[in-house]
């Protein structure tokens, strides 16, 4: 081996070896050994360096140095991105029994790693191909623009404006609801606990009827020349009666007209809705409230900085008859029909709509102010639920024109559905002021 002069640096050591003269006696060379000092030859050490039983070829180092050189390069070449989806739309790129998520897997060659929890919107995908992984990623996106456009995914989140923060509204709406079924006042501090709690199914309540009635004892009298005839009674199927109430004739009569507590609003949630909003993941939700804080002096101007209030008078249908109700509201009117307040919500909804957070169809429909007072789609009996409807006549006729009041509405706020804050309204994401005082110059 011809010695070189090594540039000073860090010590690195240098196997050399040479093709051996026979399989039996392999020959072992010095390997160099590069210091700060210089070059020089140094005999290795029997514990490093040990070949008894075999043939070492510089063919075959050469390979074990490039498998060593390929290791770090395989591992480099995993690449992994991370998708913010949201927990409600992870169920549509799943498909039934994962068939989807597998299809996705096996054409692009990722791995898609899903959620520990409900709490989580991001899924993780895992691949040794950027270009896999990229088209794993467009082909989710695509998946889930499509299924959010369907009515099967249902909004999350809407514009709303609050009326439950008028107490003696909601006392009104209490009133309502409580007239309607036949609760006493006795019994108003558990209707405003929910729509469904402690509520017996038709078929309960029957049952229940039935096991508490009292034995009623038979006697039979047979007049056939002075005989008389003994009979067991205990033989004799029993009949038990309940007695009739008033309060049960009521209950009958409201599951006639299908009206039951759970398709009332829940007073404390009661308000105006400006736009239905679909908002799957925390980003799109981070946005909405972007966009309307960015809005607030817009919703300023377009209410002159002036308070406005609004007269709830009588009920209306959205569709429907009388006797096929689905949805009932009280119609709602600007004081001073100078227009501010649609003003004020168009501002709300352009400024969504140009964000990109609204689907096509809702963007195009006229707004039509109303607080709904009862639903069909808040129903909890699953029988009722198809073709579903109760009869509103005795309704309205009793409360048709009934006078809410005249309220102002102090602010806007982007609310999330089916959860609620500690007074029981929707949960608040974000939220604006509306003027409550005269702008005095």
Known sequence: MDKKKGKIGTPVWRPVCTQASSVDEPVIKDVMFE?????????VNEAVAEVTDATVSSKALEDDIEALKDEPVLSAAKHSLSVEVGASVIRFFIGKRGSTKEKIEKETGVQIILPSSKQEDSIIIEGTSADGVTKASKEIQRIIDEAVKTPSFDYSHFVSLPLAIHPELVGKLVNFQN??????DACVDDNLEGNSDGDLSEDDAQ???????????????VADDKKSV????????????????????????LSDLRIEKS???????????????????KERVN?????????????????????????????DLMKGSLTKARVIYAPVEEI????????????????FVEAGLVM??????????????????????????QFDSFNARGIFEQFGSEEWGEYLIREAHLSQRFKYDENGYYHSCASIPFPENMQVD
């Not at 210091?35 to 005999?43: D, H, K």
């Not at 004020?344 to 400024?351: L, P, S, Y």
């Not at 006229?366 to 639903?375: Q, R």
Request: hydrophobic share 40%; with cysteine.
């Open 35 to 43: 210091s700060e000092t210089g070059c020089q030859m140094q005999e």
């Open 360 to 385: 096509d169809k809702d963007a195009k429909h006229e707004l039509k102010l109303h607080a709904t007072v009862m639903n069909v789609r808040h129903r909890e009996r699953r029988r009722w639920r």
């Open 230 to 253: 003994k009979v067991d009674v205990n033989g004799i199927p029993l009949v038990s009666y309940a007695p009739k109430d008033p309060e049960e004739s009521k209950s009958s009569n």
């Open 263 to 281: 398709i009332f609003i829940k007073p404390e949630t009661f308000h105006l809705t400006v736009l239905m909003l679909k908002l799957w993941n």
């Open 287 to 315: 946005l909405a409230a972007e966009v309307l804080h960015s809005i607030s002096s817009k919703v300023m101007d377009a209410l002159d900085n002036r308070p406005l209030f609004v007269r709830l008078k009588g009920l």
């Open 207 to 221: 049952e229940q009827q039935l096991g508490k009635g009292s034995d009623i004892a038979v006697e039979l009298k």
């Open 336 to 351: 001073g029909s100078e227009n501010r307040l649609l003003r004020a919500c168009q501002v709300i909804t352009d400024a």
């Open 179 to 184: 007239s309607i079924l036949g609760i006493s």
